[in-house]
């Protein structure tokens, strides 16, 4: 699934990364946890996530992850944005909720490592 199509599923806006929408996401992983996010998640990746601190962008960062979505509206703050940008991440915000968002992808055929 293209980056460009979690856009539209979702109705998020793009804070960064605009030039990289194109890209292939195999998985997504729905979680604040970030230690669960650094147990279970595999390359190419993206995070949907309410958690909005340094510790997302550096664990998506060690992660090798393409994209985060945040829920529920929440917006990243611009030295965190700058810190994506630096490493080709695609940053979003949906003001959906994370169950919704997760099952909105989920139906249109992302899944989970495990799935």
Known sequence: MTLSK??????AEILCGESNMEQEILSAC?????SDVLA???EQSML???LVNPQV????????MRCIVF?????PDQPMLDLAES??????NTPLRMYPSCGRLYEAGLKGENA
């Open 6 to 11: 979690v856009k539209e599923l979702l109705g």
């Open 71 to 75: 829920v529920r509206g929440k917006r």
């Open 57 to 64: 962008m550096r664990t998506a960062e060690m992660m090798d």
């Open 30 to 34: 729905g979680s604040d946890m970030m």
């Open 87 to 92: 490493h080709g991440m695609v940053v979003m």
């Open 40 to 42: 279970f998640v595999k």
């Open 48 to 50: 949907l996530t309410g």
